[in-house]
C-alpha cells in the first residue's frame, strides 16, 4: 500500500476540484458547473464555490479546459486609441460585463493605423479568442474581407464599416451633430467652424453629415473654408483650429469632432491671446471628466458611453451562447446636450 502523502508535500500540490468542493461544502459538479457556467446554479452555491476559489488559491487548467471545449473564455478587444478618454471607459466597462460572465478581455489599441489593426486582429484569431468587438480604425476593405472570413462572433462598437454586416453599438453621429449645431444657430451664430475627424471613418462622415444638414436646415450657406481636418489628434485639432482662427472672416463658434481635439481647440484659443466663450465659442462631443473642470465650463454633447459598452458585451455575450444563427442587431443610441458655459450668445438685439 503506497504511503500517505505528508501534509508539507499536499500544501505544496496545486489545489484541486475537489478540495474547492471540500472547502464550499458542495458536489464536485457544483464546482465544475459555476467554473464552467455549464448549468445553472443558485447565488448561495455560487457564492460559496466562489469564496472557496480564493481561499484555495485554485486554478483552472485554460489549456486543457479550450482543447476540450474549443472554447478560451477569450474575447479580442481593439480600439483606436487607449489615451482617450471615451475609450478607457468604454474598454474598462466592456471588460467588467465580460468578467462578471467568466471572459477574460485580450486588448489591442492600433494607434489608429490601419496595417497595425488588421495584424492585431489576425493575431486575436491566433490566439483562438471566442468573440471579437472592434472600433474599426478607418474604412479599409482589407478588413472587411478579414471580418467576413472570421468564423467566431465580432461586434463592431462606436463605428460601423459599411459592407460588413454584424451586430453593432452606435451613437447617432448625425443627430449629434446637428442637435449641437442647432444650438449655436439659436445662440445666434452664422460662421460655425467644423474641425472632423478623419473621413475615412463612418464617425468622421456621419459627424460631417450632421453640420452639414444643421447649416442646410436653418438656410446657412456651406463655406468650405470652415471645414477642417483634425484627425481625432490634439496637435492636428490645434493646427486646424489656428488656421480657422486667424483666416481674414474668423468663426464666431467652433465645433470639435472629437473630446481629444477639443483640448487642441482651447490650447490654439490660449495661444492666439483669444478668450472663450467671449471672442469664439466652442463645442463638441463627448463628455469627459475634465469638461467641467475647463476654464469655461465645456458645451458637449455626452456620448452613453456606458449604454454603449454594457450592449457590446452583451450583443456578444447572446453570440456566444446562441449557437443558432439570427440577423444581426444594429443598436443606435441618443447623445445628449450638455450646456455649460463655452458658448455665448451673440444674437443682436434690435
Known sequence: MPPKASSRSRKSSAPTMV???????????????VLNGSASVSD???GRVEQAV?????????LARSLKTGETRTIGLTVGDITNPF????????????????YAVMLCCNDRDVMLQAEQIELLKGRMVDGLIISPTGDDENLRKTLTDT?????????ILEGYDCDSVVLDNREAVMEAT??????????????????????????????????????IARDDTLMQLGNYREEDAYNAAIQLLTSPVPPTAVFSSNNMMVIGVMRAIRDLGLRCPDDVSVTGIDD??????????????????????????KLLLRRLADKT????????????LIIRQSCRNVTVEP
Open 19 to 33: 478540495q474547492v468542493a471540500e472547502v464550499a461544502g458542495v458536489s464536485i459538479y457544483t464546482v465544475s458547473a
Open 44 to 46: 448561495d452555491l455560487r
Open 54 to 62: 480564493l481561499a484555495t488559491g485554485y486554478k483552472r487548467n485554460i
Open 87 to 102: 475609450y478607457t471607459d468604454l474598454v474598462s466597462i466592456i471588460q467588467q460585463n465580460l468578467h462578471i460572465a467568466g
Open 151 to 159: 468564423r467566431i462572433p465580432v461586434v463592431l462598437v462606436d463605428r
Open 182 to 219: 442647432r444650438y449655436l444657430v439659436g445662440l445666434g451664430h452664422r460662421r460655425i467652424g467644423f474641425i472632423s475627424g478623419k473621413l475615412d471613418s463612418f464617425t468622421g462622415r456621419e459627424r460631417l453629415k450632421g453640420y452639414y444638414a444643421a447649416l442646410d436646415e436653418a438656410g
Open 288 to 313: 469627459f471628466r475634465w469638461a467641467d473642470v475647463f476654464s469655461p465650463q465645456l458645451t458637449t454633447v455626452a456620448q452613453p458611453v456606458r449604454v454603449i459598452a454594457e450592449q457590446a458585451a
Open 325 to 336: 444563427p439570427a440577423p444581426p442587431r444594429h443598436i443606435v443610441l441618443k447623445g445628449r
